[in-house]
């Protein structure tokens, strides 16, 4: 009898997890699935569903201005990316190796970022690069989002190194390796994933910044979220909507690219076991 409770009890609570995961993968879903429609309407208005349907969206992002900052924003943050995954990674060294307390004190600078509101972020930015004539360079996007970025890579990272065996580090001094053998032969490829997840997330989170952007930006150098807001401002159209459903395949295709990587690994672990 009581074995039967104990099964009627845990299918009721496996149903009532599924229908709680259910209703929060719609609740994340269903905003996309809205956004991708309206990139295909007929209307100008974000009325839906749409009564129409048509690519003209599609064919406005041929306009220049769109070419343009989708350039800008590629090239910032892909630099963005690369810079902070080497700057956090040295950072989550000294941090982890250091037994200084002053450089242990640090990590609540590194991550002061992320935990000061970024419109005080932005004025500060703006002052401090519109004093070294930096405000509307790709330069100046580029560290500034460094800086904003960094705790994406600086936490994964020393969350890796603190966990990471150093006895293989000092395996391979033993077998005279040096110190840079030993990180790109040893230490690296241990902690490759959480360099590379936070350069991706570093990358992702570029992007999508916008109020930094707004205060750095000029008639000449935009990024995409930028012009997506001022276009906002401006009129509005499905265009967004269209840029929008672009960036939701590119992120999906990424993802997709990600999984057939991984299990491709993993079957070919299986094949040498």
Known sequence: MNRILSDGTTARSTLIRTVIVVFIALWLVVPLVVVVGLSFTGQQSFAFPPTSWSLDWYDALSDPKWITAARNSLVIGTATAVLAAVLGTAASFALVRSNSRIMRSMKLLVLA???????????????????????????????????????????????????????????????????????????????????????????LSSLDEVVIGLYLSTAQMRTLPVEIYQSMTDQIDPTVAAIGAVEIAFVVTGVVVALMVQRRRARLLKVEV
């Open 113 to 203: 970022p992320q935990i000061t509101p970024v419109v005080i972020v932005g004025l500060g930015v703006y002052l401090v690069f519109l004093r070294w004539q930096m405000v509307g360079t790709c330069q100046g996007f580029v560290l500034a989002y460094t800086g904003l970025t960094l705790p994406f890579v600086v936490i994964p990272v020393t969350a890796a190194l603190e966990t990471f065996d150093r006895n293989l580090e000092k395996a391979s001094a033993s077998l005279g390796a040096g110190p840079l053998t030993t990180f790109w032969q040893v230490t690296f490829p241990l902690i490759r994933p959480a360099v590379l997840g936070g350069a991706v997330i570093a990358f």
